[in-house]
Nanobody, 124 residues
């Protein structure tokens, strides 16, 4: 049973940057398409960025979010730049198994493996 654990969330000022981590255990993240989602207060979970199993396919919400993977450490990362108050949310990593190795799904329902999230708060 693969488990995902997010970390790196913090209180930051507007305009700051943050790198979140998603550590996997019980399996390798290279088996899955991986993604980051977030859920703000009183909001639905929304897609941020994803990468396919073979790394050929990537999707992203906007250029402030960058996904990367260190297979040696079995860890996924999310770099977020120019944080604003509306970025305040719980950030989740997730894994999916699409039919194609080059697909990077963007819909929540395509992902079956989820971490518990890490809190990012942007405030001055």
């Amino acid at each position: 049973q693969v488990q995902l654990v997010e970390s790196g969330g913090a209180l930051v000022q507007p305009g700051g940057s943050l790198r979140l981590s998603c550590a996997a255990s019980g399996g390798t993240i290279s088996r899955f398409a991986m993604a980051w989602f977030r859920q703000g207060p009183d909001k639905e979970r929304e897609f941020l960025v994803s990468v396919s199993r073979d790394g050929r396919g990537k999707n992203y919400r906007d250029g402030r979010f960058a996904i990367s993977r260190d297979n040696g450490r079995n860890t996924l990362y999310l770099q977020v730049n120019t944080l604003q108050r509306e970025d305040t949310a719980v950030y989740y990593c997730a894994g999916a198994y699409p039919d194609s190795d080059s697909l990077a799904p963007i819909q929540e329902e395509d992902y079956s493996l989820w971490g518990q999230g890490t809190q990012v708060t942007v405030s001055s």
